[in-house]
């Protein structure tokens, strides 16, 4: 029995659920060329259940392999290619497995038997073919890397090295391979930036102009055209020619912008990107067998190591929890949704018509105060259409169908006399919200759900002087609306099933990541952001210096400082939102009285940028009034962690959400927290901060972490 089988064997007993892929080798010929083999990974499921290698998989390409080895060895075989089922090439290790291990020999263990598979690709005796005919992610991408050219479909709409992202390296010849494919500086855009920029994904062309594919067929007869291509390439027809790689200066250079990228994202908070580098800098003299050696060690220390557990129970909640919405009443429940009215005509109320719009592809109506809100609001909607037709997004036809199905009136009961769902997004003051309610009941149909997209206020009372408050629903979207997924779905105390599961029904057809709330102040995402820049505001205030308290935070590789962040929602609504959770909870927020003066003094934020990096304001330096108690950066953090950690404690213990799960999964999509945190309790957990503050861990051992021996 050979190390290689010996490895795989002993990591199948560890992971017994695998879903297994099988390598189904057969033998084409191919015109003029002569007899090739051909291995189809397939785990013999649909394209909905991307084929994955676990040690079982790898274990059956590499006996695929022993028979293509043996077939060229004895001269049987011309070439031998490698490609995968409908839709779907392979899209990497089965994460389900990695999760499962508990000790460093076994990560360890992974990683080598994935290199041992792979790199018997580049020594058989023949020329060997990759064909992306589909979906190829991590190990879907190396495995292609390993052989000696590469076809990809036109067809492809994801194609990345995403390890870094999860927290791991491309570990089975990536991070040694890619660079010596292409260079170092592409390189280091497909496994640094793309990644870190939330796992960007790229197209067949891309893939073909970045020199990773040597040929770019299209999607319907890619196959067909691939083995053409073989077969003269094989016959000497056509020669492959790549341009010489830079070993020079131009190495280095790349290497160092992808550590600038990377500290520009995680400020060296998670360790994930900084291990690529090393190693695809020390790719530079072309040892791939020193390569892969690195990546194996690299790939065994990251799996043993908090971030990646957090990077896989984060991958995991938005792709499973998110879709599949704990406490959303049975969606038979939910009622046809065919008009869509918007009461505002502001710009997130435009924001909301124009996304209604796109996904639902039904008449949209907004409503204001006054002619021109309302045909400035309609505008907006019109010139984001344009720009996607512009874009090519869309087709004139459908600009024109989208543009006709908006419109705007100054008179509610004909605009939404026949609308089925209605949502405000009006000024954040409880009396008005009520006002549009009560106006809004006169005149809608008795089914019509009625959504409100405040941010912090209670939608029971706002719903509590209606004949029908059953109907009113929380809807509250993040700003920009187009981009971040989250939407938090807030049942009152008197919403009904109905009311509710059309909320969902309605937010799975916008494409949104939609979390069951408790009606409770500032609900989830903004609970706890204003708790948590409330303490930094707070420290500010008795007389820490705005600098430090900033860097404070840093290590937790959050996307942006906290004062860079109030500028983005703006200082008025940070005021806003932290005066209605002070009302609620005085013993934990208080009104900054700094924060307050500078919103007096009209300012849009702390910074001014006039050195192209956020510098202090001097005329908000010359309004702020401080103490005299200076900390540390440490004593910051403590302090901001341990708010952070007894708010989510206390929210959770008021039922605002089902599990920590659901924070976690609220702060990724709806505040763009980093996959390492896992969103924050696993960070919590890791540090120690959840049992010093409320006395227990918020996940179980194993549960983004490493599993108890």
Request: proline share 5%.
């Amino acid at each position: 029995m050979s190390t290689t089988t010996e490895l795989l064997k002993g990591a199948a007993e560890l992971f017994p659920d695998e879903v297994v892929t099988q390598a189904h080798v057969r033998h084409l010929d191919l015109p003029g060329a002569g007899r090739f083999a051909l291995i189809t990974l397939d785990n013999g499921l649909d394209h909905t259940k991307p084929t994955t290698f676990g040690p079982q998989s790898l274990a059956n390409l590499d006996k695929a392999i022993d028979q293509v080895e043996a077939e060229a060895a004895a001269g049987d075989i011309v070439g031998a290619g490698i490609t995968g089922k409908p839709f779907i090439f392979a899209v990497g290790a089965d994460l389900k497995g990695v999760e499962l291990l508990k000790k460093h020999e076994e990560a360890l263990a992974i990683g080598k038997g994935g290199h041992d598979v792979f790199k018997r690709l580049s020594s058989l005796a023949v020329p060997t073919f990759a064909y992306y005919n589909g979906a190829a992610m991590g190990g879907g991408v190396e495995v292609g890397l390993h052989c000696t050219y590469r076809t990809v479909s036109k067809a492809i709409p994801a194609f990345s090295l995403p390890e870094v992202f999860l927290g791991l390296v491309p570990g089975w010849g990536g991070c040694a391979l890619l660079p010596n494919l292409i260079g170092a500086d592409r390189a280091v855009s497909v496994i640094i930036e793309n990644s870190l920029n939330q796992n960007k994904q790229l197209r067949g062309k891309q893939v073909f102009d970045l020199g990773i594919a040597d040929a770019l067929f299209d999607g319907a007869d890619f196959l067909e055209q691939s083995l053409l291509w073989t077969a003269s390439v094989l016959k000497g027809e056509t020669e492959v020619v790549r341009p010489e790689v830079d070993r020079g200066e131009a190495w280095d250079q790349a290497i160092e912008r992808g550590r600038a990228f990377a500290d520009s994202k995680v400020h060296g908070a998670a360790p994930a990107a900084y291990r690529a580098l090393e190693i695809m800098a020390a790719a530079k003299n072309g040892d791939l067998r020193q390569g892969f050696d690195a990546e194996d060690q690299a790939l065994a220390d990251l799996i043993m190591g908090g971030e990646l557990r957090s990077g896989i129970y984060a991958f995991n909640l938005v792709q499973k929890r998110g879709k599949r919405p704990v406490g959303a009443p049975d969606r038979s429940l939910a009622r046809p949704v065919n008009k869509v009215g918007v009461v505002g005509a502001g710009l997130m109320a435009s924001q909301l018509a124009l996304l209604f719009l796109r996904r639902l592809e039904v008449p949209v109506v907004l409503t204001d105060i006054d002619q021109e809100r309302v045909d400035k609001g309609v505008a907006y909607v019109h010139g984001e259409i344009d720009k996607l037709l512009l874009k090519g997004r869309i087709n004139q036809d459908k600009a024109n169908r989208l543009k006709a199905s908006v419109t705007g009136s100054l008179d509610k009961a004909a605009a939404f006399g026949d609308a089925d769902f209605v949502i405000e997004a009006v000024f954040e003051e409880m009396g008005v919200k009520q006002q549009v309610f009560a106006e809004l009941e006169a005149v809608v149909p008795e089914h019509t759900i009625l959504a409100t997209n405040t941010s912090s206020l209670s939608v029971t009372e706002m719903a509590s002087k209606l004949k029908h408050p059953e109907r009113v629903v929380g809807f509250h979207f993040f700003n920009p609306v187009a981009i971040l997924p989250l939407l938090e779905i807030v049942r009152g105390e008197r919403t009904d099933d109905a009311a509710l599961a059309t909320a969902f029904g309605v937010a799975k057809k916008l494409k949104k990541t939609a979390v069951l709330v408790k009606d409770a102040p500032a609900f989830v995402v903004n609970r706890i952001l204003v708790r948590f820049m409330g303490e930094i505001q707070n420290v500010i205030d008795e007389g820490t210096p705005v600098a430090v308290a900033e860097k404070a935070v840093e290590p937790l590789g959050l996307p942006m400082s906290p004062l860079v962040l109030l500028e983005l929602v703006g200082p008025a609504i940070g005021l806003h939102v932290s005066e209605t959770l002070a009302a609620a909870f005085p013993d934990r927020f208080k009104v900054s009285p700094n924060l307050a003066a500078v919103v007096k003094a009209g300012k849009r934020g702390f910074y001014v940028y006039d050195s192209g990096k956020p510098e202090l304001d001097p005329e908000v330096a010359a309004l702020l009034v401080q103490g005299d108690s200076v900390l540390t950066e440490e004593q910051v953090r403590a302090r901001v962690l341990d708010a952070i950690a007894q708010e989510i404690g206390l929210m959770l213990d008021e039922g605002v959400v089902a599990e920590a799960q659901d924070i976690d999964l609220c702060l990724i999509t709806g505040a763009g927290w980093p996959f390492h945190l896992g969103g924050v309790t696993p960070y919590l957990d890791r540090e120690g901060v959840s049992e010093r503050v409320i006395g227990r861990r918020f996940l179980p051992q194993g549960v983004a972490s490493v599993p108890a021996q």
